[in-house]
Each structure stands twice: as structure tokens, then as C-alpha cells.
């Protein structure tokens, strides 16, 4: 028998929510996060993002309105963090790092997850990687005429109404 369950941790942080995924097959359809970074380590098993697979020990980062899917094609486990995007225009550098820092030795969450040494740098790197400018994203316009959705989901991989 396998022991499978997922566990949603929010943070002291609002801005910031750890899931914890053990032993589940899944599969997710084409979505979108809108307003959020997703850091994910695989643990154990194998994930398919958009036809890339990642094994034990890889890690993958999902920006924010990036058009994605997820699947597992055997029980796999992962542990990822969301960052919204506001987290990186309200604290400054110095204090993102050392959030971060002090929620990954946070005792509820050490608990549950031994952490390795690899996702709190992945973490740190991610942090570095923010300094650069934002992507700007289009604005849907509230009459979407046949042409506008052709190219919307040809650019975006997405309809308009998938992409929220």
C-alpha cells in the first residue's frame, strides 16, 4: 500500500504558501498562476512540465501567467513554494533571504519535511534571479472579438478565460 497525501502550509508571510506532495499520481490541466511564483523540487518520481521531465533532486520554476501543465506518470512527491509576486515589492532583498530563510527552519514545517541543503540555495538563487525588470502582460479587453481569441491562445497557449 502507498501513503499519499499533500499538505498546505501557510505562512506567517501571506504571500508565501509551502505544498507538500507525497507518493500521488496527477495530472493538471494547461493553467496559469496569476500572481505567483511556484519553486518546485522533486523529491521522488518523475514530472512532466510542458513535455519536460524532472527527476529526484531537479528543481523547475513556474512564473507568474506562464502557461503550464503538470503530470506524474507514477506516484511522485514534491515540495514547492508560491511566492506572490507583491512578496518582491514589499520587502527589500536583504529581508526576502532572511524570510525565507527563517520559514524553511520554521518547527511546524521541519516537522513535516527534511529539507535539503540544495532547495534552501535553489531558493536563494531564485532570489538573486528577481532582480531583474517584470514582464508585462497583456490586458483582455472586455469585447474579444474571434480574431483577438486566435491569437491570444496562439501567443499564450491559453483562451483568455484559461489564463486567470
Keep these: 500500500m502507498i501513503w499519499m497525501s499533500v499538505s498546505f502550509y501557510q505562512t506567517s508571510i501571506p504571500e508565501i504558501k509551502f505544498i507538500h506532495i507525497q507518493n500521488q499520481v ?15 523540487m522533486v523529491q521522488k518520481g518523475e514530472v512532466n512540465l510542458n513535455n519536460t ?6 528543481f523547475f520554476t513556474i512564473n507568474p501567467c506562464e502557461a503550464h501543465q503538470l503530470t506524474t506518470p507514477k506516484p511522485s512527491s514534491l515540495f514547492t513554494c508560491s511566492i506572490e509576486s507583491t512578496f518582491f515589492t514589499k520587502y527589500e532583498p536583504n529581508e526576502q533571504t532572511t524570510i525565507l530563510n527563517r520559514l524553511l527552519h520554521h518547527p511546524t514545517l521541519e516537522k513535516y519535511f ?14 538573486e534571479q528577481k532582480k531583474m525588470p517584470t514582464r508585462n502582460y497583456p490586458i483582455i479587453p472586455k469585447e474579444i472579438t474571434t480574431s483577438f481569441l486566435r491569437k491570444f491562445k496562439r501567443t499564450w497557449g491559453l483562451t483568455p478565460h484559461q489564463f486567470k
Design 26 to 40: 496527477f495530472s493538471y490541466p494547461m493553467h496559469t498562476h496569476r500572481a505567483s511564483y511556484t519553486i518546485v
Design 53 to 58: 521531465r524532472y527527476f529526484a533532486q531537479q
Design 114 to 127: 527534511s529539507y535539503s541543503f540544495s532547495f534552501k540555495t535553489q531558493l536563494e538563487s531564485f532570489l
